[in-house]
């Protein structure tokens, strides 16, 4: 039987986005982030954060950095009761590094990361859901065939086009998952 995920953006969604977080003592949880996916894993949801991640490429941060942070947020999910499965990100820009990492797959809106979790867990497109913050993250999720999408704002404005790209938007994750649970 396949199985069923929730695939989260990371800054804007789990985190305060203050932009290039790769140090614990920068990174801020939103409010509820722990109690609703903690209620997600107890429905049999599969939690997989994608995340662009392109300050790697940029220089401003080095992968081992990112390794670390993720190490840190995984313990601090997994304490709460709402493990982590699989962090995937992108550690691409479309202006740095060779030709191909410029023209990568990985980087939302590419499907790439979606694609790869659904192979490696086996999962139910449909029965999966993404949550982001940006058009982007909803159009990998509807690249990859995913049976619902939603966005939440997490104090940014976002144009009608944009909101057009989801199923539903919301504040914050802790709104957004009732709508999922449904």
């Known amino acids: 039987m396949k199985r069923k995920a929730v695939f989260l953006d990371r800054d ?65 999910f997994a304490e709460e009761g709402a493990p982590i499965t699989h962090v995937y990100h992108c550690p691409h820009h479309p202006k740095f590094g060779t030709e191909a990492e410029r023209g990568c797959q990985c980087r939302k809106p590419m499907p790439g990361m979606i694609q790869a979790a659904i192979a490696e867990y086996d999962l139910d497109p449909e029965q ?32 009608p086009a944009d909101r057009n790209t989801a199923d539903g938007v919301w504040q914050s994750l802790k709104e957004a998952h009732q709508a999922i649970c449904d």
């Open 128 to 159: 999966c859901a993404m949550v982001g913050d940006k058009r982007g993250d909803m159009e990998a999720a509807t690249a990859a065939g995913l049976g619902r999408k939603f966005l939440v704002t997490s104090g940014q404005s976002l144009s």
């Open 12 to 76: 804007g969604v789990i985190n305060v986005d203050h932009g290039y977080v790769y140090r614990p003592e920068d990174f801020e949880f939103i409010d509820g982030v722990f109690d609703t996916c903690r209620h997600f894993h107890q429905l049999g949801y599969l939690l997989i954060v994608i995340t662009n991640q392109s300050g790697i490429a940029r220089g401003m941060y080095t992968e081992q950095d990112f390794q670390a942070l993720n190490h840190w947020m995984q313990e601090k």
